[in-house]
């Protein structure tokens, strides 16, 4: 139904008035969905709208001194976005500080690395509060260990709530329980957390049995977690969960059969689950099915999520544990909510430590998990509000009610150019403008001040046509046409509009792969709706858009339009033709693009740029001690760093170097530390350095020197690493000559899997490691201080893909992905390869240009820290 502009007017009139509060909380009520009639009839004006002063009601004012929810979390809720609760008691009562910090905000990440919005949940200051802030996060962690941090059960609430009320602010973490309790008032629906409470050993006789248990019976929030606490009575808590009518199901992971419920640091507990769901679509069907009984007592839901199979601890071993920790409390008389932390500490120590780290796995395992069911459940539905006034109103009232932000003489210019008959289309510009202003989640602003990885790029509204040949039955010319679309006429096809662009989806894979990794994405839009629709989306996808900057349409004698790519792929979803308008991206010094300073760990620069501002990114970056990785982008493109210029100053050992032809440093002083083309870029970056005469300076012939390549040539050598056919076509030997350049080359060779050459130190471990022997293309013989050898080694593809959906933004996220574990810390190698490798893998199966489920790699990377930590420890104790 389309609202006029006397419509919309009316609450910019209210505003404008003298006394606007009195004014609008009339207005409010007007359309209260607490009315007994609810039913839309435009902007109405109550009975005796003069005639009596309004107040609040004290069921409002109660609830903002006691419980609070924040923009970003009601703003979800209320336009069916997918949300997450959290719990607080493992950062109070679990884990220590500064841990707990670390490990809270790393679980936020991986929510929103799912497609989801966390909102974590606990009592701060005495106000029970939905969504916690990075601040109010770290003030109730800071308290592990006070005894005055409460761990607040349902029972707990009324207590530590009222207490603030009369002046005595406490701060608590929230249990399964009280966090179920504040998520159904918040209307969330899924909530991850590590394990449920249950039934203690000798429950029978103690009636010791957890408030989670009872919550589950009565609340209508679906539960994610690895099962109950291994130390509990398993199969009493099942039996008690029936008896409260509770649906507990587990995630089959893989398996078939007869499936265990899970016991927390185990897969097994000897108890067969209830029912199996085998993924996150079934989990949320089964979620939205209970709207069924809307009319009937609701009731929750438990979704056990076994431990990963790789964290998880030997049976044995944990029970043994299990029994003294029960016993140990038992004669110490912790009893009732001291119970838990005691035996929880206890396992920790007698299993020398090794619960921590499974501990933290099937938590982080759980809250992706319950990511993936909220994404999935807000599919099935349409908004949740219940009144039926269109969204965007009430969007547009919960702005106007809000502070009343705007300025009147703002306001006042508004209302004429609403009114003037010359401007038709601003009010929907106008009410859009509010919108955006209303519904802008707070998302990563910790990037714009310590990012981890900071990208240079282009951001692009993607159009990607898929060939879509005539049925069997239909007449064809040859059998390339079956395959490839035809030339100089119109094609069948599917086409898709996406948002892209090289930038975004390498920032976007690392942000989605990297867990607590945070990444800035710097790059530009014009002011028009596909660049609305970028930024929208941007914010959406977890990426903090305050460093995107907006150009307006025209700029002095240049129009700007946002940067679009259409993409023409045959029916195996090979690309046949590319077009792309990255003008916006072509000036040498294009205007408000932000260059300050960054502290980061790595920077990536995409070949989009022009030349000229593409090596003063570069030079920028590595004057902040940032290491520079380059995505050639394209064929066109990818030569550009190489293009001569004497505007850009020369930094490091190169400010001496005259016969560079421009500001490319050469190794050790090199301004590119990583670059990452496909075969094809690879020989256009060759032919462009080639040109421009970069293989003719001195020093250049002094590093190729010192890298050991005997004068006869290495082609035997490029043979027996990679292949004939690669050597043929030069790849190796380009890679060799680009390597003073850029010293560590990642080339993407599709179904030929990667090619790693690199520049090895003089002190590099692999020189003398016998497992690296193969790999070692050639030793310094010169006596080189700088330079030690050339490692290469080709890595095959971790899998052959058939069912091809979209080779739309592969090699960007094989690059995202790399990077992410780059900034970890993890070293380049073939574990790290593979993971990115993977990464590709998921994206060819998406029909998205980044894969949203590369969070799922988190856990890759916390394995491989892991493994690196053990072998470092090894090594050290064996030196």
């Known amino acids: 139904m389309m609202i006029g502009p006397a419509s919309w007017q009316a609450p910019f009139r209210l505003v404008s008035r003298p006394n606007p509060v009195r004014h609008i909380l009339i207005f409010s009520r007007s359309v209260s969905h607490q009315e007994p009639n609810n039913t839309y009839r435009g902007w109405r004006r109550p009975k005796g709208l003069f005639t009596h002063k309004p107040t609040l009601k004290p069921s409002s004012l109660t609830e903002h001194l006691v419980f609070q929810i924040s923009p970003e979390v009601s703003n979800a809720v209320k336009n069916n976005l997918p949300v997450v609760a959290l719990e607080t008691t493992i950062y109070t009562h679990g884990f220590p500080y500064p841990e707990n910090v670390a490990l809270a905000l790393d679980l936020e990440k991986i929510v929103r690395a799912n497609g989801a919005i966390p909102a974590t949940i606990g009592v701060v200051e005495g ?81 010791d049995i957890s408030a989670d248990l009872t919550e589950l019976g009565r609340t209508h929030v679906a539960v994610i977690s690895s099962g109950c606490k291994s130390f509990l009575d398993i199969p009493r808590t099942l039996e008690y969960l029936e008896t409260q009518g509770v649906t507990v199901c587990t995630f089959a992971d893989g398996r078939t059969g007869p499936i265990d419920f899970p016991a927390f640091y185990t897969r097994d507990s000897g108890s067969k689950s209830p029912m199996v769901v085998q993924d996150a679509r079934e989990a949320a ?51 009732g909510h001291a119970n838990t932390p005691f035996i929880l500490s206890r396992i920790k120590d007698l299993t020398h430590g090794n619960s921590l780290p499974a501990n933290r796995a099937l938590i982080e395992s759980n809250v992706a998990m319950a990511a993936k069911v909220a994404v999935e459940l807000s599919k099935y539905d349409g908004p949740t509000s219940d009144d039926s006034f269109p969204r965007s109103q009430q969007r547009f009232l919960e702005t106007l009610r809000k502070d009343f932000e705007f300025d009147r003489k703002k306001l006042d210019k508004m209302l004429a150019t609403m009114n003037s008959p010359k401007a038709p289309g601003n009010t929907e510009n106008l009410v859009s403008a509010v919108q955006d202003k209303a519904t802008q989640p707070h998302l990563g602003k910790e990037a714009a001040q310590n990012p981890d990885i900071v990208v240079y790029g282009s951001v692009a509204m993607d159009l990607s046509c898929d060939y879509a040949p005539p049925s069997e039955g239909a007449a064809s010319s040859s059998n390339d046409t079956a395959v490839s679309p035809q030339m100089h006429t119109s094609n069948l096809a599917a086409i898709s509009p996406s948002v892209g662009g090289v930038g ?90 932000n260059m300050s300073d960054v502290s980061a760990k790595w920077g990536v620069v995409d070949a989009n740029w022009h030349p000229q501002r593409l090596r003063k990114i570069i030079i920028k970056l590595k004057l902040s001690n940032v290491k520079v990785a380059y995505e050639p982008v394209s064929v066109p ?64 012939w002094q590093i190729i020197d010192s890298l050991g390549i005997p004068s006869s040539g290495a082609r035997d050598r490029f043979v027996s690493i990679t292949t004939h056919k690669m050597t043929d076509e030069g790849i190796p030997f380009q890679t060799i000559q680009l390597l003073p350049f850029i010293p560590t080359i990642l080339t993407k060779l599709g179904a030929d899997g990667v090619l790693l050459t690199e520049i090895l130190k003089p002190d590099d471990l692999r020189l003398t490691d016998p497992a690296h022997a193969p790999y070692i293309l050639s030793r310094t013989s010169n006596g080189s201080t700088e330079i030690g050898g050339v490692y290469m080694r ?81 090594a050290s104790h064996e030196i």
């Open 127 to 207: 106000v029970a509060r939905v969504g916690l802030t990075n601040e109010e996060i770290t003030t109730l962690a800071a308290g592990a260990g006070n005894p005055d941090t409460m761990k607040v059960s349902r029972r707990d609430l009324p207590y530590i709530l009222g207490m603030g009320v009369a002046g005595r602010k406490l701060n608590g973490g929230t249990t399964v329980s009280g966090t179920m309790l504040l998520a159904s008032k918040a209307g969330i629906r899924v909530f991850g957390t590590g394990g449920l409470g249950g039934v203690h050993r000798g429950g029978q006789d103690t009636m």
């Open 285 to 335: 069907a089964i979620i939205y099915s209970q709207t069924m009984f809307k009319e009937a007592k609701q009731f929750g839901m438990l979704f056990a999520n076994p431990i990963p199979e790789e964290f998880a601890l030997q049976k044995a071993e944990i029970d043994a544990a299990i029994d003294q920790a029960v016993q140990e409390a038992a004669e110490q008389g912790f009893h």
């Open 504 to 593: 975004r989806n390498v920032a976007l894979a690392a942000h989605r792969a990297g867990g607590n990794i945070s990444v800035l994405l710097r790059s530009l839009v014009a002011n028009d709706i596909a660049g609305q629709m970028i930024l929208t989306a941007l914010e959406r996808e977890g990426l903090y858009t305050g460093s995107i900057r907006s150009l307006p349409l025209q700029q002095s004698h240049r129009q700007n339009r946002t940067a679009q790519y259409v993409a023409v792929n045959d029916a195996k979803k090979d690309l046949v033709l590319a077009m792309a308008d990255m003008s916006i991206f072509s000036a040498p010094n294009p205007p408000k693009l």
């Open 637 to 700: 493109k990818s030569g550009g760093v190489f293009q001569p210029s004497m505007d850009v100053p020369k930094v490091g050992a190169n400010a001496e170097q005259p016969h560079v032809p421009n500001s490319l440093g050469l190794f050790p002083a090199h301004t590119i530390d990583l670059a990452t083309p496909n075969q094809h870029e690879l020989a256009a970056m060759h032919a462009a350095a080639k040109k421009w005469e970069f293989f003719d300076s001195q020093r250049w």
């Open 794 to 874: 080709l890595f095959p593809p971790v899998e052959v893909v058939e069912d091809v959906v979209s080779v739309n933004g592969v090699g960007d996220t094989f690059l995202g992905v790399l990077l992410a574990g780059l900034a970890k810390g993890l070293e380049l190698n073939e574990d790290l390869v593979n993971i990115a490798q993977r990464g590709a893998v998921m994206t060819l199966r998406s029909k998205e240009a980044v894969s949203p489920q590369l969070g799922e790699l988190t856990q890759e990377f916390h394995r491989l820290q892991r493994k690196e930590i053990t072998e470092g420890a090894t």
